[in-house]
């Protein structure tokens, strides 16, 4: 029945700020309106939708105005650098490179939007570890590294 997320919404302050905002990510413009913009996050299979108002005010919940974008793990070990050179800062905690969260089997970086929007860049990893604690991308290998040495 359900095949994927096909569209998701955000609230921004001013629509021409985040098209050029979101271009820079490369996601392709599709369609304008008076308020509203749609982007192409795939092309025919999913789109992120900006809608222009005072909604943008409402205080940060992840519940309410974060989005995940996928990426492969080689583009997410470039992200950093990748948004950059975009004049984009990642989060302070994020550091130098991707964050593991170990239990899912996942990395990413978080970063915001112009109207403090939450977005993510996030990569599924080929195997998870046995642990709660988040590490970064760089630990995660050698502890993957160690773990293949010792099955060995």
């Not at 080929?126 to 293949?148: D, F, M, N, R």
Request: hydrophobic fraction near 40%; proline fraction near 5%; glycine fraction near 6%.
């Amino acid at each position: 029945m359900i095949k994927g997320l096909y569209e998701a919404h955000l609230p921004v302050r001013n629509l021409e700020v985040s098209i050029s905002f979101y271009e820079s990510l490369g996601l392709k413009l599709y369609k304008r309106g008076n308020d509203i913009a749609f982007f192409w996050i795939k092309e025919n299979e999913s789109w992120l939708g900006l809608w222009e108002g005072t909604e943008y005010k409402v205080n940060y919940h992840p519940s309410l105005r974060h989005i995940a974008f996928q990426v492969s793990l080689h583009d997410l070990e470039n992200a950093i650098h990748w948004l950059n050179q975009k004049g984009i800062s990642a989060r302070k905690d994020f550091g130098m490179e991707p964050i593991v969260f170990p239990e899912l089997a996942h990395a990413a970086v978080y970063f915001n939007d112009p109207d403090g929007n939450s977005l993510e860049l996030i990569a599924q990893l080929p195997v998870g570890l046995p642990s709660e604690k988040k590490v970064y991308l760089s630990e995660w290998k050698k502890q993957i590294q160690a773990s293949s040495l010792h099955k060995g």
